[in-house]
């Protein structure tokens, strides 16, 4: 599958983005596909994750009440709605997915080394 993550820009704190994750090649359906994101001179962090029916998703504490994570497997796209942005929100976002299930363990769906296909990443820059 590939992924293609659209959506980043420019937003002042408080502010909102919706990031999209397209999909192409394959059913977006059988994969958990998540967003991660990555700062200057940081490791690549976990955001959210949802399963490939869409009936479990996952965050990071840093997000809890203020992203949220969709998908619509009809249109094999997947999305993450971005509210009450912070500069430290500042970020590359890329859209990841796995074939495995990400249901069991914490550890496994937020490592990015468990994802085997990722989009090119999308910029979120918040000013304060």
């Known amino acids: 599958v590939q992924l293609q993550a659209s959506g980043g820009g420019l937003v002042q704190a408080g502010g909102s983005l919706r990031l999209t994750c397209a999909a192409s090649?394959?059913?977006?359906?059988?994969?958990?596909t998540a967003w991660f994101r990555q700062a200057p001179g940081k490791e690549r962090e976990f955001v959210m994750a949802?399963?490939?029916?869409?009936?479990?998703?996952y965050y990071t504490n840093s997000v809890k009440g203020r992203f949220t994570i969709s998908r619509d497997n009809a249109k094999n796209m997947m999305y993450l709605q971005m509210r009450s942005l912070k500069p430290e929100d500042t970020a590359l976002y890329y859209c990841a997915a796995t074939e495995r299930t990400i249901t069991l363990s914490l550890l496994f769906r937020t490592n990015p080394k468990n994802y085997n296909y990722w989009g090119q990443g999308t910029q979120v820059t918040v000013s304060s």
């Open positions: 090649g394959r059913t977006l359906s059988r994969y958990s």
């Open positions: 949802i399963t490939g029916s869409g009936g479990n998703t």
